[in-house]
Each structure stands twice: as structure tokens, then as C-alpha cells.
């Protein structure tokens, strides 16, 4: 019995493998392809470029603006990691929240109204003036 169960697992994991596989060489395909067509595109650009201007100029064109797309690229990467450090990102908040037990919340005290009416009045009297605005009844 376990080895007819260990033996529908290993097909399992074998289907899985070759898919993951198929799916691989897929990518590795598409980004070849891709590759393939950007240096077509350059080389078009630069045969263009040539043609209106001499080569030397034509080249430099494009590595300038090869330059600048990823300068701008890299800079938008750089900027996200560093403000994702700064403002603490976890994959657990939860985690780093402080624990406070239960017996620290004073039972005297009666817990904060969560809205007043006039808050929850005001929201909805905007909502009718937003809808009114936009053209939709609410």
C-alpha cells in the first residue's frame, strides 16, 4: 500500500516537474525572442539615424538614451527599496506590534465611541453632494 501511495506521488511530482519545466523553457524562449526584437528595433533606429546624420552621431544617440532609460529604471528601483526600509515593512506586522496583555487595559475606563453622529451625518451628506455631482443617485 505505501508503495502504490509513494508511487502516485512520485507521478505527481513528475507531472509537476515537467510543467514547471515546459513553462521554463517558455520563458527562456519568449525572453530570447524578446531580446532578439529589441536589437532589431536599435538597429533600425541606428540605420535610420545613420542615414540623417553620420554613424558616429547615430550611435551616440541611442547609447544616450539607452543610458538615461536605465539610469531613470535603476533609479526608480534604488528609491523603492530604500523607502521600503524606511517606513519599517515587515511581512508580519503583527509580529512587531507590542504585545499588551489583558489585564493592562483598565476596566474603569469605557472605551471611545468609534464615530459621533455628527461624523457619520457628515459622511453621508457628502456622499449625496459627490453623487449629485458626478450625475449618479446614491
Given at each position: 500500500m505505501l508503495?502504490?501511495?509513494l508511487e502516485l506521488v512520485g507521478v505527481e511530482l513528475g507531472v509537476?516537474?515537467?510543467?514547471?519545466?515546459?513553462?521554463?523553457?517558455?520563458?527562456v524562449i519568449g525572453g530570447v525572442l524578446l531580446a532578439g526584437a529589441i536589437v532589431a528595433l536599435l538597429l533600425?533606429?541606428?540605420i535610420a539615424l545613420a542615414?540623417?546624420?553620420?554613424?558616429?552621431?547615430?550611435?551616440l544617440v541611442l547609447a544616450g538614451i539607452?543610458?538615461?532609460?536605465?539610469?531613470?529604471?535603476l533609479l526608480i528601483a534604488y528609491l523603492r527599496t530604500?523607502?521600503?526600509?524606511?517606513?519599517?515593512?515587515?511581512?508580519f506586522p503583527v509580529a512587531r506590534a507590542p504585545l499588551v496583555p489583558p489585564?493592562?487595559?483598565?476596566?474603569?475606563?469605557?472605551p471611545a465611541p468609534l464615530a459621533s453622529?455628527?461624523?457619520?451625518?457628515?459622511?453621508?451628506?457628502g456622499a449625496a453632494l459627490l453623487g449629485l455631482i458626478l450625475g449618479r443617485r446614491i
Open positions: 508503495r502504490l501511495l509537476m516537474a515537467r510543467r514547471a519545466a515546459t513553462t521554463a523553457l517558455l520563458f533600425a533606429i541606428f542615414e540623417h546624420y553620420d554613424a558616429i552621431t547615430a550611435a539607452c543610458l538615461i532609460g536605465a539610469v531613470i529604471f530604500k523607502s521600503r526600509r524606511r517606513a519599517g515593512y515587515s511581512a489585564a493592562a487595559v483598565d476596566p474603569t475606563v469605557p453622529s455628527a461624523t457619520i451625518i457628515g459622511v453621508a451628506v
